[in-house]
């Protein structure tokens, strides 16, 4: 595909996933970690329009300067943001008008990439598809938080298919102790967060060919796992108090059953599908229940090829910290990841609701350990 | 006007406030006090289902039952609540499918109107209009308030004038020490609130014939009054400093002018024009810099018909307070007022966004001391 | 009494009070509204220092130019003050250093008290007595407090008794509609707020002989109170359910009886004696769920000869606001009550841990409606 | 030395570190970080009386068994435990009777250990005398804290010179890329946090011999590093901006000059001196500024012999994570460390606070990222 064509297919899915959407849906907030759809919508056209259009075209006319203010998300760099938490009380700009500002920047740059542009330009809209792909994933979870908090509990007609059977019989794959590379190592696109491949040694391990199901975890609620302290970090225990959690996001126990918000509304919970919408923290303490452990981002990297993949983000043990040699890149693009780097915890795998051809073996996703609207799950490691 | 008429006429008044707005101008909730346009428009609905349609018409059938949970404001006699913050979080009912709830009740209502139906539901209708009236008054402040804190400080085409020039040479009003009657003592409708008539011994007292102006304001800015801890309450002195509170809600010193947002937008502060949105603790303190004081709530009911109504809500030096023998009325509708008598200033008057017909000398509105998102002034006593 | 012999009998007083602590008592401040014992020492010490030594001794040499940060309370003229929240983290200075403090101005203060000196003073010494009374009043409410919130509820050897037997069988004592006169009428000292002796008019109403009973009250926690909203503000309610409130403060339910905390330590609850340590929100739910009310601070004053004092503060309905022709004095003297006048509750009467003879008919006592660590009751009204 | 005489001195050094305080400066609790002096006193004693009396003396007669409740710090298996932030609001037990407690325990461990117990125990009284002397550290840090926070900043005559002038040439000390071992590898005790030694492999880097000194960290802050959001973690930058940081802990810039609070009262910032009292995000933007970078705790410790050990603990990048095969060990002593595992930050070396012989090359301190009250500085790497 040319990279215009490219260009059209990213932007063209971020609106197939909001075609089902009603205006509301577009500009609530629910919590600060969920960001208004609308918000996604004109982040990602800003994003092409302040790194491209407004570097690279000359005499392009900014669509409205007040947008650069509104769709900042934390490009310190490029001026003042609006605090992420007040996202969610801004009703205008309107979502006809940001479609129109979307609109407005797809032309200028359909125009661009017909032209005869400099090709240094290719490495920046890579990264601009990259980062609409992330939006993409962001958009589908921040949809579910959405509608699955409302009391209504809204079906939603999504892309994608949230239930996944698992092979119950797990069987555990070994690896030897050894000297193994690390970070990324091939041809095309990759973040700065994956770069400086570089060499660790790993001691013997055992991974798990599958991962969780609804139906183990369920034992491990039964068994009293969110009473006992013992399983967990400290900070998880008291996040499990101050929050009273007593089950993965979105489940429900109505008449003696578990019961949980898809995108098909409120649904039983499929004992054989794979757990869904956990934190690392109940990661953490389902591992130590079991007497084992998360692996690392290496281990897991290591054994990428001889895993099933499981459609659900995989919580590691490992912090997200950056590689030897990691370098920030000059200007605004440089604020990408790695300011992120404390208190994180990374995810390895994808998920049903990644963006097709997003993610790859050496893929570093980071969130905060107590955070579950993602999709993540748990493979055991020993 | 037949009951059914002004019941067409009040529901109309309603839509007509709303007709300007986005959609997505329906949805939002910037601070608790403000609520989303569509939930004024669906528990103003609910009201005249819950307590009329539910209860008077045989065989109606509830639109649906889970609005009763997504509308219901302070009514705990009838059914839990949307807490009152999460209002603003919620995407759907929809603001197509609140209208459809609106013509629905609406068509069962006028039905019943057109009916041969029981007078004695006339007092709930009246209480039901106010009501409505009520929420009209809240809904153009709410709009105000929501468009008012948007960066983009987008004009509204509202019903109402907010410029109101001012008499600028005030005079004093005489009243000799002696025993007043106080309260409703007329046809028609009134509050619960303003019931029990009752005598009270109100010592000789002056009161102005004029509101203060924004001139007269803008001269206790320029004193250092917000600095000056001396003219306030305490309460009102912290809740300056941890709010950073320098001029009226809504004024923005702009190149060296005072601006505020209205419904034509930004606009320079009109000198002449009555001083609006300001908060208790604020008059409170413009009165004691002036050597004055505010007037009490039977000082204005008596003078009532005296003075210039000033086309602003007044505050008071009078708490909300239940008059001698208030009793509330048995059941859900005993909620109305009874419930807020604490912690709360009486107002009195009327503002430009009162509804036609809605106020009277009698009337009490009552708000806490710290809010000003109503249009609300300054009358002094002495 | 001349003035210096009162001064030794107010002083010697306070430091009677405080002679059963121990030393760590005197520092911590569990929540914001009690203050360390050690601050009450130094502040009723400061103010003698800094109204009357520094003001009237020539020559005088303060005591260390620290202390006025340390121990000014409200009294913005005077300079800036330690944040009210963050006096039970100060260590320093001891309980040494404060009583040399103490010393060291109540040498100076006798010293000056036994010279000729100048009589314009002698009203500023009524002050300062009748301030150091209101805090012997709440150091042992403080000193309750703190030793009431610790585990092993330590007994303290306090001068006052706290069991009060009462009439169980109340009358009624009615009184006539009306002119009476309102405020202080006599010789010797009163505060600024019972200033401004003014007429009101008084319908018709009955004032109960007695106070409610702990027998009483129990009576209304077992029929659900708590759990009645129709009885409650909405404010209270919110109280009742955020605080996790099932009965007065110091109450604990263990092996089926209620015991409370005394200065005795754990006792059982006297059923016979007064109710103690009530808000104003429980108060008036109570007497909401008798079918009556409570009473004003008008009536009060005007039954005041007629009923049994109870030896609790009584709650009534009236909001704390200033009588007509109120007047704050100049000066920090003029901060003293005018700057709480809003958002407040006005108690009549006194309590057994009141100072002897500070106490009158006029006396016009305040604290927030949630408050309840002072000796507070119920007296019922209709 | 027998376990006895190691039993006695450990014990007395804890108290000759109080020795300076007033009784006062025992129980306050300025910070939820910062225990008051006493608890620690009673919590190292109540750890002997736990783990050793309980368990190893037959009949031994628990000291107070309500002191359980006030001292458990987080061992949850032991039972309930004083909420971490009420520390500070606990009078009783006064400093007196937690003496008289530890007295008590004394007495009794001195019987045991003169006595011809169980060798098993040997190794719980390591991990007590370890323990007591992190306690130690803390201990100081938190008397610094309580004193330093203080407006009348009083000197404290402690055990420990805070001035420790610098090798103002740096040298950068070169390692090859290679495996390495890490972790534990000796005689005598250790933490389970240090065990499981392992290999790492560790690329090519530099290391500076010596720390960062005042003046270093002076010329980042004239620089506007503190304003610079490009040289910060995003949480990082929040921190500062929330909790308006401009220098390091304790630092006062006073008529053109940077004092900083020590134990010898206010004193002029030496710029000759190791710089102290900083966060990791500090430490991370001033080698962000420098271009360089902090260490990992696994290159610091290969490190560890041929650098200049500097008096502070040295902030490392590495999160503070189980090394493998980490094990808890079972009960209560099991939640000693692995509970932490998360948000934490390692931080290697010493401090001039550290009791004598309590750390070595394997030692892994950790504390969030945003604390400052411990003495830490920074070590650069690249």
Same mark, same amino acid.
């Given at each position: 595909?040319?990279?215009?064509?490219?260009?059209?297919?990213?932007?063209?899915?971020? %609106?197939?996933?909001?075609?089902?959407?009603?205006?509301?849906?577009?500009?609530? @907030?629910?919590?600060?970690?969920?960001?208004?759809?609308?918000?996604?919508?004109?982040?990602?056209?800003?994003?092409? %329009?302040?790194?491209?259009?407004?570097?690279?075209?000359?005499?392009?006319?900014?669509?409205?300067?007040?947008?650069?203010?509104?769709?900042?998300?934390?490009?310190?760099?490029? #001026?003042?943001?609006?605090?992420?938490?007040?996202?969610?009380?801004?009703?205008? $700009?309107?979502? !006809?008008?940001?479609?129109?500002?979307?609109?407005?920047?797809?032309?200028?740059?359909?125009?661009?990439?017909?032209?005869?542009?400099?090709?240094?330009?290719?490495?920046?809209?890579?990264?601009?598809?990259?980062?609409?792909? @992330?939006?993409?994933?962001?958009?589908?979870?921040?949809?579910?938080?959405?509608?699955?908090?409302?009391?209504?509990? $809204?079906?939603?007609?999504?892309?994608?298919?949230?239930?996944?059977?698992?092979?119950?019989?797990?069987?555990?794959?070994?690896?030897?102790?050894?000297?193994? %590379?690390?970070?990324?190592?091939?041809?095309?696109?990759?973040?700065?967060?994956?770069? #400086?491949?570089?060499?660790?040694?790993? $001691?013997?391990?055992?991974?798990?060919?599958?991962?969780?199901?609804?139906?183990?975890?369920?034992?491990?609620?039964? *068994?009293? =796992?969110? @009473?006992?302290?013992?399983?967990?970090?400290?900070?998880?225990?008291?996040?499990?108090?101050?929050?009273?959690?007593?089950?993965?996001?979105?489940?429900?126990?109505?008449? #003696?059953?578990?019961?949980?918000?898809?995108? @098909?509304?409120?649904?039983?919970?499929?004992?054989?599908?794979?757990?869904?919408?956990?934190?690392?923290?109940?990661?953490?303490?389902? *591992?130590?229940?079991? =007497?084992?452990?998360?692996?690392?981002?290496?281990?897991?990297?290591?054994?990428?090829?001889?895993?099933?993949?499981?459609?659900?983000? %995989?919580?590691?043990?490992? *912090?997200?910290?950056?590689? $030897?040699?990691? !370098? !920030?890149?000059?200007?605004?693009?440089?604020?990408?990841? #790695?300011?992120?780097?404390?208190?994180?915890?990374?995810?390895?795998?994808?998920?049903?609701?990644?963006?097709?051809?997003?993610?790859?073996?050496?893929?570093?996703?980071?969130?905060?350990?107590?955070?579950?609207?993602?999709?993540?799950?748990?493979?055991?490691?020993?």
């Amino acid at each position: 595909m040319t990279f215009l064509e490219r260009y059209k297919t990213v932007r063209q899915r971020t %609106e197939d996933i909001c075609a089902p959407l009603e205006t509301e849906d577009y500009v609530v @907030q629910p919590v600060a970690d969920v960001s208004p759809p609308k918000w996604h919508i004109g982040h990602t056209t800003w994003f092409f %329009e302040t790194f491209v259009l407004k570097s690279y075209v000359e005499g392009y006319e900014e669509f409205n300067s007040d947008y650069n203010y509104v769709f900042n998300s934390y490009y310190e760099t490029v #001026g003042a943001r609006v605090i992420r938490t007040d996202r969610g009380n801004l009703s205008r $700009p309107t979502v !006809k008008d940001i479609f129109r500002y979307r609109k407005y920047v797809d032309n200028a740059m359909c125009e661009l990439l017909s032209s005869n542009y400099n090709e240094d330009l290719n490495e920046l809209l890579e990264l601009g598809f990259n980062h609409e792909e @992330q939006h993409q994933e962001l958009l589908l979870t921040d949809i579910k938080y959405i509608l699955g908090n409302n009391p209504l509990f $809204p079906a939603y007609n999504s892309p994608v298919s949230e239930h996944h059977p698992i092979n119950s019989t797990k069987e555990w794959v070994r690896f030897d102790e050894g000297i193994y %590379e690390i970070g990324f190592n091939g041809q095309g696109f990759c973040f700065d967060n994956e770069l #400086g491949r570089h060499k660790v040694f790993i $001691p013997e391990f055992s991974i798990a060919s599958d991962m969780v199901s609804n139906r183990d975890y369920i034992e491990f609620i039964k *068994a009293g =796992g969110y @009473q006992d302290f013992r399983h967990w970090h400290a900070e998880g225990f008291d996040w499990v108090k101050n929050s009273s959690v007593v089950a993965p996001m979105y489940w429900h126990f109505i008449d #003696g059953e578990w019961m949980h918000y898809t995108f @098909q509304g409120l649904q039983p919970v499929n004992t054989d599908a794979i757990l869904n919408h956990i934190s690392f923290y109940e990661a953490s303490a389902y *591992a130590s229940w079991k =007497g084992m452990r998360l692996p690392t981002e290496f281990e897991w990297e290591v054994a990428s090829n001889k895993i099933t993949w499981g459609s659900r983000w %995989e919580w590691t043990e490992s *912090a997200y910290l950056p590689y $030897p040699g990691f !370098k !920030k890149a000059p200007g605004a693009i440089g604020e990408y990841n #790695g300011k992120f780097m404390v208190n994180q915890k990374v995810l390895r795998g994808s998920s049903e609701v990644t963006s097709p051809g997003h993610s790859r073996t050496s893929y570093r996703n980071f969130f905060h350990p107590h955070l579950r609207w993602q999709y993540t799950g748990i493979r055991l490691a020993q």
